[in-house]
């Protein structure tokens, strides 16, 4: 499998602040993008995906997307202590190209 | 909708036995795959169907391994026989596009 790598963290940051999450992928053929949240001792929870190069915003969550340099990030705005979790980049990729590769994720602690 | 449905969802067994993990998509969903999650090794890909077919199997560990998919409202994964280093949270997921996919509450499997 192609890989995906993740910063695993944590990454801590205070109430109120941007946190940054990013990730780099190995498959220059992926074409599309996703963002999945894991609380602990739950399935993962998909946040938003993205296909074009550039920045697509999504309430408090920003996805950037630069595929010439194989990255994407995601940027939660205005961080709650709920958002504290395990965030999971996964390109579409795979024998035929439909199938998510998951990184191992950064876990991310909002403290108030 | 109920969601993907896993059953059981949790599983201890002794080495040796065999396992079998079930899952029931979202109806309409096309595509099936199944995960197994562990701390060291993250959310691997094991196998993919798509309308009932396997596409990639390629991430099943061994042969003591093995999956099925006999219509599209049902799905098992089998472990014959078990090992203890099989631990592990085994998810199932369904998709009807590229537009992500929905995870199941997931299995956690212990062989002792």
């Known amino acids: 499998q192609k890989e995906v790598e993740q910063n695993s963290g944590p990454l801590s940051v205070p109430e109120g602040a941007i946190a940054s999450l990013n990730c780099t992928y190995s498959?220059?053929?992926?074409?599309?993008f996703f963002w999945y949240r894991q609380y602990s001792g739950k399935s993962p929870e998909l946040i938003m995906f993205?296909?074009?190069?550039g920045d697509k915003e999504d309430g408090r969550f920003t996805a950037q997307l630069n595929k010439a340099s194989q990255y994407v990030s995601l940027l939660i705005r205005d961080s709650q202590p709920s958002d504290s979790a395990t965030y999971l980049c996964?390109?579409?990729?795979?024998?035929?190209?439909?199938?998510?590769?998951f990184g191992k994720g950064t876990t991310l602690s909002v403290s108030s | 909708d109920a969601g993907v449905i896993q059953s059981p969802r949790h599983e201890v067994t002794e080495m040796g036995q065999e396992v079998t993990l079930r899952c029931k998509p979202i109806?309409?969903?096309?595509?099936l795959f199944w995960y197994r999650q562990t701390m060291m090794r993250g959310l691997e890909l094991l196998i993919y169907?798509?309308?009932?077919?396997?596409?990639?199997d390629s991430g099943m560990p061994e042969d003591r391994f093995s999956a099925k998919m006999p219509n599209a409202s049902f799905s098992t994964l089998k472990i014959q026989p078990s090992e203890p280093r099989d631990s592990a949270v085994y998810f199932c997921?369904?998709?009807?596009?590229?537009?992500?996919?929905?995870f199941g509450s997931g299995t956690r499997l212990t062989v002792v």
């Open positions: 997921a369904s998709s009807s596009d590229r537009a992500g996919y929905t």
């Open positions: 498959d220059r053929g992926s074409q599309s």
């Open positions: 993205i296909y074009s190069n």
């Open positions: 996964a390109p579409l990729g795979g024998k035929a190209g439909t199938a998510l590769i």
């Open positions: 109806s309409g969903h096309n595509s």
């Open positions: 169907f798509n309308n009932n077919v396997p596409i990639d």
